[in-house]
């Protein structure tokens, strides 16, 4: 490449960081008085790549291509020449290896070759009351200098056609919105990497400089933080099988995502990281920068949210979460280990009680003792319901992590997993490949919603927010006042449970201190399994014809919550229970 002096690289690096009008400005300027020849042809390359073509193209009689041939700009006198479709003589053009081989191919074949956009940052720029902004510079490929981008060109060349001529050598640059987010996400993963630590954890400083960095990437490139969920492993579980189902059905935004996984995720279950490692790369700084930016555009917002999703189509997607081959043999074993014969059908009874909070709650002032407990169900009341499946053939296996007693009742056919067998790998399996669970919460059961069992839940208290997935059964608890018989009726559960449940407006808590759950009894319990028996065998509709209770059920929660989805979900509402409420 030709020398260029000192000036007008300045002038060609700082291009694009200006508005256009003012580079016109500059040329226009520079024009008065008179110029050299070479100034006057560095400034005609100034406006093809301003795109003032008309004023190149008036200004080119005015060169002499000798004096510029003998100051050395003949490459440069030579693009000029074919942008503005002037003829140039074959014998002159530069061989096609030379940096300049776009004007042979422009010239001979008028084909224009089109070099990708791969640029770094060079800085971040604040102004008062507006986002960080990036500057951005670049290499030409063809002439190997470099171009500054301001934040107003990065954009119009990210919304737009993304067309720019270099402008030192005028090669056609191509803005590819693809490879300029994989160089801008490389120069980021290696910004972070390099910010402010202590003990290998990004200090304030380091956050605060990570956190804009991604601000000001954010229209380009954009990047955000997640953490998977320490505190429910239902969540924990649920929430990036709902953030991968997104990815794949294009709904989450074209992201560079770094996803944390707090060290208690670990003493959770150990199984579940090593079964998310392999999708998830994890990043040690993910979880610390996702607390900071709760309710920002940089939050990985599936990872987070404590709704559960309402889409079908997740539950007929394949899991994200898949066991190995050698787990799966390891499990099998474990399973004939425990008594059940391979291939014999087994449900899995996940009953939560007093131990799981007291466990998951412990020395935490924010939760008093007993919360959670309106969750809470009876292991012994499921009794009947068991002994009633052991006898139609099916194992029973009781699971869940901390329990407040073992099953007085267990048999060949219902095992207490539970306090004899546990282990992190079957805590997932056993859910995953149940014939169906039978549950008064979801907890590890969300493994049976990803693989698609069917699933009872018993004792369930979000009448204004139930499973909506498929071959799914609802079974309520009753609400009552307290030192009272009588239950209060379904729209007055619906019109005052949701917004009371767990409010610490002291009205709510003055109000719920009034009020108790009733647990299922044993023969709802049973009846509910005879149900569910019927609800997977396909006898449902002959036996229970419960069609109209079902649509009244899900039309009174979506007159009272329209646009949750209620209408059309395939989740089934206990028979018994809506003719005990609705008749």
């Known amino acids: ?142 002439c190997h200098n470099q171009c500054l981008f301001g934040p107003e060109k990065s954009q119009e060349l990210h919304s737009g056609s993304g067309e720019w001529l270099c402008p030192h050598c005028l090669a056609q640059r191509i803005w590819e919105k693809t490879t300029v987010r994989r160089c801008l996400w490389i120069w980021y993963k290696a910004y972070l990497s390099g910010l402010p630590r202590q003990e290998g954890e990004l200090t304030e400083t380091g956050c605060q400089e990570a956190i804009l960095a991604a601000l000001a990437l954010q229209p380009l490139a954009p990047v955000r933080f997640g953490s998977l969920c320490p505190a429910a492993i239902g969540h924990a579980i649920m929430n990036p099988s709902m953030y991968f189902f997104s990815l794949q059905q294009g709904q989450e935004p074209i992201s560079l995502d770094i996803i944390g996984i707090p060290p208690s995720m670990t003493r959770l279950n150990s199984q579940l990281t090593t079964m998310w490692a392999r999708h998830i790369d994890f990043s040690r700084d993910g979880e610390r920068l996702a607390h900071k930016v709760v309710g920002s555009p940089l939050m990985i917002e599936s990872l987070a949210s404590y709704d559960i999703t309402r889409d079908p189509g997740l ?143 018993t004792n369930h208290i979000f009448h204004y927010r139930p499973p909506v997935y498929s071959n799914t059964l609802v079974l309520f608890k009753h609400l009552r006042r307290k030192n009272s018989r009588r239950y209060k009726d379904l729209d007055y559960i619906l019109d005052h449970v949701d917004d009371r449940l767990y409010n610490s407006n002291p009205d709510a808590v003055k109000w719920y201190s009034t009020m108790e759950w009733v647990d299922n009894s044993p023969q709802e319990l049973k009846d509910a399994a005879m149900e569910m028996l019927s609800l997977i065998d396909g006898t449902w509709e002959q036996k229970y014809a419960s069609l109209t209770e079902q649509a009244s059920f899900w039309k009174m929660l979506e007159e009272r919550y329209p646009g949750r989805g209620f209408l059309g979900v395939q989740t089934k509402i206990s028979t018994n229970y809506l003719r005990m409420y609705l008749h």
């Open 1 to 142: 490449m030709t020398a260029i002096s000192p000036p007008d690289i300045q002038l060609t690096r700082e291009l694009f960081t200006l508005p256009r009008e003012k580079s016109l400005g500059i040329v226009a300027s520079s024009l008065v008085g008179g110029c050299s020849q070479t100034d006057l042809l560095f400034l005609i390359r100034t406006l093809l790549v301003l795109g003032a073509t008309e004023q190149a193209k008036s200004l080119f009689s005015r060169l002499d291509h000798n004096l510029l041939d003998q100051a050395g700009q003949r490459p440069l006198l030579q693009a000029v020449s074919v942008r503005l479709g002037q003829p140039t003589a074959w014998d002159n053009l530069p061989p096609a290896n030379d940096d300049y081989r776009w004007i042979r191919f422009l010239a001979k074949k008028g084909v224009d070759i089109s070099y990708p956009t791969e640029p770094s940052v060079r800085g971040l720029l604040f102004q008062p009351d507006v986002p960080p902004q990036v500057l951005l510079e670049d290499r030409c490929p063809c």
């Open 315 to 457: 539950f007929n997607a394949p899991p994200s979460l898949v066991f190995t081959l050698t787990e799966e043999r390891q499990a099998r074993e474990e399973l004939e280990r425990m008594g059940v014969p391979h291939g014999a059908p087994f449900v899995c009874l996940l009953v939560r009680d007093s131990a799981y909070d007291q466990i998951k709650y412990a020395g935490n002032p924010t939760f008093p003792p007993g919360c959670g407990e309106e969750r809470y169900a009876d292991i012994d009341s499921y009794e009947e319901a068991c002994l009633f499946l052991a006898e139609l053939g099916y194992y029973v296996i009781r699971t869940g992590f901390h329990v407040a007693k073992p099953l007085k009742w267990a048999s060949k056919r219902i095992i207490d997993y539970s306090t004899k067998y546990r282990s992190e790998l079957m805590d997932l399996w056993l859910p995953a490949r149940c014939f169906f669970l039978f549950a008064n919460v979801g907890g590890i059961g969300a493994m049976a919603s990803i693989y698609r069992r069917p699933m009872l839940f």
